[in-house]
């Protein structure tokens, strides 16, 4: 749905980012389980590889907060195709997820949702916990 809190918290995360070396800002807000929302905006740093992506910032946010289960996602970014999460990303939304997580694109131009996809639309025959039993 458009008037979702998590969009207006991705927006407003996102003007947070530090992203001095690709210019390219990016912010996520999720939703655990129990209804609470965290964010996170990419964190780049000087030493090129060490720098964080948005999705990863809100779900360390997640955790840290004890909650456990994604239930639903939105990363925005300024583009002119859509922001979807980087393959590690979506690597680690698995991990407190499942396949049928709903994850959201919305433009930093717009504000609207350009793009909607399920966590199995961008991540086909994922590798998860439950793969380990
Ligand atoms: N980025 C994210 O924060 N999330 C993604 O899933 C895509 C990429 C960031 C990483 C880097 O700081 C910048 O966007 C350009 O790749």
Do not use: H
């Not at 964010?39 to 840290?64: F, H, L």
């Not at 002119?80 to 999460?85: G, Q």
């Amino acid at each position: 749905m458009n008037d979702d809190p998590l969009i207006p918290e991705a927006l407003r995360v996102r003007e947070n980012a530090w992203a001095p070396y690709s210019g390219f800002q990016v912010g996520a807000a999720l939703r655990c389980e129990d209804g609470r929302i965290f964010s996170g905006c990419n964190v780049e740093n000087a030493a090129y590889p060490e720098g964080t992506c948005a999705e990863a910032g809100a779900i360390a946010a997640m955790i840290a907060s004890g909650g456990r289960r994604i239930t639903g996602i939105v990363v925005c970014g300024d583009s002119a195709t859509p922001c979807t999460p980087c393959g590690g990303c979506r690597q680690k939304l698995r991990e407190f997820s499942g396949p049928d997580l709903i994850i959201r694109m919305v433009s930093a131009r717009s504000g609207e949702v350009v793009l909607t996809r399920t966590l199995a639309g961008l991540l086909p025959d994922s590798f998860g916990p439950d793969s380990l039993e």
